[in-house]
């Protein structure tokens, strides 16, 4: 089980400007991390989503894009699962 | 002092939803700082259940995994989470569908007041 998320986090690493990316599962819990990203934003990420999810209950899970100068954080949350994905804002092509 | 230490305790415990108490106890369970929510249930906060946590922990630091730091127990309707920081012991309530990451990422923001309080445990 593991290695096919190792896979899925390793394959979106490997995209443009994509520097790291967690997954977490329903209770925060980190079952995965790869690149520049830490364990211990899967809490936050998690609530995060769970707040967000709150303003429109009616619609699908959101995409929540955090941004600042340099990198952006785009995280989702899936039926199970919370995925953060971190990049750079201006990808070297 | 002690004030400052409660209402920023208080101000942790609303952060995370559905997180009914934090409570900083000596070795035996007394009760150091606290902060508790009205459904926070009264069994959870006894001496005698939290002391439980620091003979699991020594027993646990024998299973040949290093010396263990957290223990998460899930319960039906509650979920409960005790940190070995001793001579404290770092404690958290909360209800079972709570963001249990959250909580543990809550032990960076405890950790500054533990200093102080460990100064005050070990002179007493």
Redesign the interface.
């Known amino acids: 089980m593991e290695k096919s998320i190792e896979r899925c986090l390793s394959e979106t690493c490997s995209m443009d400007g994509v520097i790291g990316s967690v997954l977490a599962d329903q209770q925060g819990l980190c079952l995965g991390v790869k690149g520049k990203a830490s364990i211990s934003s899967s809490g936050v990420i998690t609530a995060i989503a769970d707040q967000v999810a709150k303003l429109e209950p009616a619609s699908k899970n959101p995409i929540i894009v955090l941004e600042n100068d340099t990198n952006q954080c785009l995280i989702q949350r899936a039926d199970r699962a919370t995925v953060a994905i971190f990049k750079t804002s201006n990808p070297v092509n | 002092m002690a004030e400052d230490m409660k209402k920023y305790l208080k101000q942790l415990l609303l952060r995370?939803?559905n997180l009914l108490c934090i409570l900083i106890t000596d070795r035996d369970g007394v009760p150091i700082l606290k902060a508790v929510n009205d459904k926070c249930p009264e069994l959870a906060m006894r001496p005698n259940f939290l002391t439980t946590f620091a003979m699991a922990t020594d027993q646990s630091s024998k299973l040949g995994q290093g010396r263990n730091k957290t223990i998460i127990c899930m319960y039906s309707s509650y979920q409960v989470i005790q940190m070995n920081k001793l001579p404290l012991i770092l404690n958290f309530v909360a209800t079972a569908d709570c963001?249990?990451?959250?909580?543990?990422?809550l032990e960076?923001l405890i950790e500054p007041l533990l200093g102080e309080l460990k100064g005050a445990v070990i002179e007493s």
């Open positions: 995370v939803d963001n249990t990451g959250h909580i543990l990422s960076n």
